[in-house]
């Protein structure tokens, strides 16, 4: 297994990079769980990369049913140390129209699904640091090369996670666009939780596809609209997807990459052997 690869989280056609060599669908058997799919290992641009579609080949599995423990952990013991996700979204502000790119940096929950969205417990207590929950060092990265291919890319913002599967009320909407949050989705906390205790460098790419259903003037949001504007978005959030990962540094060094070194609050004499083998690839290193 080789170490130091590259994640991407995304929807079923985003594989289809140009460039993207070696392709090997890859089983991984987990504690918590199959994770959303076989994960798709290769290489783009000279780096080992490993690519998992977040709702299944197909399109089969619900927001809420996404098993985020075992798709984070599956990458952790594939060797990834960065994630890149990409993701649609609905815009909460007149600011982000559909097809524009926000490069997200905070998160507001409203999802009911924290025990799920932390590989901790069962004996073993940790409280990671998450006041900023996207890794700021692989966001800039991404923001530059999004603007090199002269994307329409906003710096910063927050996206309010839901549960879905039904879209917003329009109670819901405006009370969101009218708190200041920026954009809503229903897949991206779970995951940036489980990566931070993975210890991955993770990011959203946050690809506005619609304004909820906050702005009366316009067409409430439909998946016929979300899946056209994904499709006009495909290419250029492949091309940011490629020339970033170029970019991204040969070693994990970022401060994400040491996540639980202060973090884990139960003496090591206390940790069950069971805990201990189930959560191996995140924890390894403090054994």
């Not at 460039?19 to 783009?44: A, Y």
């Not at 594939?78 to 993701?87: A, F, K, Q, T």
């Not at 039904?166 to 909407?173: D, L, N, V």
């Not at 170029?246 to 990459?257: D, K, M, Q, V």
Request: glycine share 6%.
């Amino acid at each position: 297994m080789s170490k130091h690869r590259i994640g991407i989280i995304g929807g079923t056609g985003l594989y289809n990079i140009e460039g993207f060599t070696d392709q090997k669908w890859v089983k991984v058997k987990t504690p918590f769980g199959p994770p959303s799919d076989d994960l798709l290992t290769g290489k783009i641009a000279g780096r080992e990369v490993v690519f998992l579609p977040r709702h299944g080949r197909g399109h089969r599995i619900l927001p809420s049913e996404l098993n985020h423990r075992a798709n984070i952990w599956a990458m952790k013991k594939l060797g990834v140390d960065w994630i890149i996700s990409v993701s649609a979204v609905g815009s909460l502000q007149e600011k982000y129209k559909p097809c524009d790119i926000v490069l997200i940096n905070q998160f507001f929950d409203r999802t009911k699904q924290s025990v799920a969205h932390t590989f901790f417990g069962r004996g073993i207590v940790a409280h990671v640091a998450f006041a900023d929950p996207i890794c700021e060092e692989l966001r800039q990265l991404i923001l530059k090369t999004a603007r090199e291919e002269k994307a329409h890319v906003h710096d910063g913002g927050t996206y309010v996670c839901m549960e879905g599967p039904a879209f917003s009320t329009r109670a819901e909407s405006l009370a969101n666009h009218r708190a200041g949050y920026d954009v809503i989705g229903m897949t991206n906390l779970g995951e940036a939780k489980c990566a931070r205790e993975a210890e991955i460098a993770y990011a959203t790419m946050a690809m506005a596809t619609d304004y909820d259903c906050w702005k009366t003037d316009e067409e409430h949001v439909t998946l016929k609209i979300i899946i056209a504007n994904l499709h006009r978005n495909a290419d250029t959030a492949k091309k940011i997807v490629v020339q970033t990962i170029a970019r991204i540094p040969s070693e994990p060094t970022w401060p994400c990459h040491s996540a639980l070194k202060n973090a884990i609050m139960t003496a090591r004499e206390f940790w069950p052997k069971k805990t201990i083998a189930e959560l191996k690839p995140i924890i390894a290193k403090y054994l």
